[in-house]
């Protein structure tokens, strides 16, 4: 899941491409909780594989949202953003319960 600010204007995302992006990008934002899609503009690069999208969003706190990017071939990434402003904790997934070596 991807963490976001909603005190932030513009948003960059970072991801490893199903294929190298060629021409625009269309980024579709759907709220989970209005049930509303939103295609917004963005601009991306690509550098030693890894794609970066900056686009200019307006998130709602505590909100969470399904992030499509797709162009003219297809689906590049799906993922989830939470907003929130608080900072990110680290966690251990097991809570100390397996080890591994």
Do not use: W
């Amino acid at each position: 899941m991807i963490q976001l600010s909603p005190t932030d204007l513009e948003h960059y995302i970072s991801f490893i491409a199903r294929y190298k992006p060629t021409i625009d990008l269309d980024v579709a934002l759907y709220n989970e909780a209005s049930q509303i899609e939103t295609i917004v503009e963005s601009k991306f690069s690509t550098v030693d594989g890894l794609t970066t999208v900056s686009f200019d969003f307006n998130f709602v706190e505590n909100d969470k949202y399904q992030i499509k990017i797709t162009d003219c071939d297809g689906i590049m990434f799906r993922g989830k953003i939470i907003a929130s402003s608080q900072t990110p904790q680290e966690f251990k997934q097991t809570k100390d319960l397996y080890y591994y070596e």
